[in-house]
T-cell receptor, first 110, second 115 residues
Framework: GQQLNQSPQSMFIQEGEDVSMNCTSSSIFNTWLWYKQDPGEGPVLLIA?????ELTSNGRLTAQFGITRKDSFLNISASIPSDVGIYFC??????????FGKGITLSVRP | SAVISQKPSRDICQRGTSLTIQCQVD?????MFWYRQQPGQSLTLIATANQGSEATYESGFVIDKFPISRPNLTFSTLTVSNMSPEDSSIYLC????????????FGPGTRLLVL
């Protein structure tokens, strides 16, 4: 099946720092999505990307859809403690089905 | 987006029993899906809930184990049948709102522990 690669599994940063996460695939996709999941909750959609090369911001978050349509990155600027959580990338395939990456657990030290 | 609720939010069940999880959306949606998230893992699609017809299951999931209903455009149920401890997971429904482009919004999840 389709595989999305997210690494590392965990990231530890200091409050106030910027952090960048990458997501890659061996296949081309037309929609890339970034979700955040807090403990005990469902994933929340952060940013949706629909066009190759597209750069989209949502507050302190910025995500880009790679020009090859095989990758995307999410950048968080000036991190704060509530940025802690698991960040998943996902792609939309046939019949609107989502495939998720394994997720990156972000920890922010105050 | 859409407001999605799930019932129950969590449950502890005995092996061999069945649990039905409900998903309710505050507006009509085109697509509804059910996912499983095993402890410490990512999300895996179980099936697409089709309104008025049988659900479409992904490889590794079968109707006898996970029967799904979707009687209208705002409601769906997932049943986890004949449960075993391996079924302990978070079960999440998601929706694609009408007019939304290729995106899904998730409910809060149902945390299931099977003893």
């Amino acid at each position: 099946g389709q595989q999305l690669n997210q690494s590392p599994q965990s990231m530890f940063i200091q409050e106030g720092e910027d952090v960048s996460m990458n997501c890659t695939s061996s296949s081309i996709f037309n929609t890339w999505l970034w979700y955040k999941q807090d403990p005990g909750e469902g994933p929340v959609l952060l940013i949706a990307l629909y066009k190759a090369g597209e750069l989209t911001s949502n507050g302190r978050l910025t995500a880009q859809f790679g020009i090859t349509r095989k990758d995307s990155f999410l950048n968080i600027s000036a991190s704060i403690p509530s940025d802690v959580g698991i960040y998943f990338c996902a792609v939309t395939g046939a019949n609107s089905k989502l495939t998720f990456g394994k997720g990156i657990t972000l920890s922010v030290r105050p | 987006s859409a407001v999605i609720s799930q019932k129950p939010s969590r449950d502890i069940c005995q092996r061999g029993t069945s649990l039905t999880i409900q998903c309710q959306v505050d507006s009509q949606v085109t697509m509804m899906f059910w996912y499983r998230q095993q402890p410490g893992q990512s999300l895996t699609l179980i099936a697409t809930a089709n309104q008025g017809s049988e659900a479409t299951y992904e490889s590794g999931f079968v109707i006898d184990k996970f029967p799904i209903s979707r009687p209208n455009l705002t409601f769906s149920t997932l049943t986890v049948s004949n449960m075993s401890p391996e079924d302990s997971s978070i079960y999440l429904c998601s929706v694609t709102p009408t007019g939304a482009q290729e995106t899904q919004y998730f409910g809060p999840g149902t945390r299931l522990l099977v003893l």
